[in-house]
């Protein structure tokens, strides 16, 4: 860590050599942490929400996880979400940083996996594997898919169907605007309409309560019996 990275950071507590607890300076975090390129993107609804919750509690609970990765600088791997909500509050609480100094990709994946077990691991490190134009076409047609189809989106790791979650669609979109690179994020969502209307006479052995929801709000691009990308492939060759 070099000495511009350390003078927005006040130490608290100094865990081993490269780790500390720190508070930190916010309007110059605001600038300078990004998000790690292997973590989901963020739910900008539920940023908004939790700016409102904690405004409420008068306090932010948990540690943000930043480390200082050569070549990339800083970066959040762990309470994006909670570092974002901060960051739109009009006079944010005190926040508690773990700031690790210089570990390897290798190393942040294997700490990433022990605090986030149930996530779908190997399906976020693939998307790292996209190109930087596919993922932030991907993440905007998530952004779009968020609003559209909210009633299925949902933070837990493993959805139950008929629900689905950002990090299983950012892997979608990003492979498949990897495999098309032509393609646009207005051209993609025209595509799901498409693809939901194909999906929708596919979908077979649905659960009462499954089948009863995707009717209500007319979705069908999270049931299991049909693959979405297969479906998107399909359509986009035609």
């Known amino acids: ?44 609804t539920r940023i908004a ?24 600088g800083l970066v959040c791997w762990d309470g994006n979400h909670r570092f974002r909500a901060a960051l739109q509050m009009e006079s944010p609480p005190q926040l508690l940083f773990h700031v690790w100094e210089n570990p390897t990709v290798e190393e942040l994946q294997e700490r990433y996996q ?9 399906s976020l490190f693939s998307i790292r594997n996209c190109s930087p134009e596919a993922l932030a076409k991907a993440e905007q047609a998530v952004e779009v898919m968020a609003i559209k189809y909210r009633p299925f989106f949902t933070p837990r790791a493993n959805p139950r169907e008929p629900h689905t979650n950002r990090e299983a669609m950012t892997e979608v979109a990003a492979t498949f605007f990897t495999r098309h690179p032509g393609v646009s994020v207005k ?39 049909v693959s979405l990308p297969a479906t998107l492939e399909a359509l986009v060759s035609k």
């Open 1 to 44: 860590m070099n000495n511009d990275d350390f003078s927005i950071f006040t130490p608290v507590l100094k865990l081993n050599a490269r780790e500390r607890y720190c508070t930190g300076n916010m309007s110059l975090l605001r600038l300078m942490v990004k998000r790690w390129d292997y973590c989901p993107p963020e739910d900008a």
């Open 49 to 72: 929400e939790l700016a409102v919750r904690f405004a409420e509690l008068g306090a932010i609970p948990g540690v943000i996880s930043i480390a200082v990765v050569e070549g990339e």
């Open 114 to 122: 022990a605090v986030n077990s149930g996530v779908n691991h190997a």
């Open 187 to 225: 051209a993609y969502s025209d595509l799901l309409e498409k693809a939901n209307a194909v999906m929708a006479e596919q979908a077979k052995d649905l659960r009462d309560k499954v089948a009863a929801k995707c009717k209500q709000d007319n979705c069908y691009l999270f049931v299991k019996s």
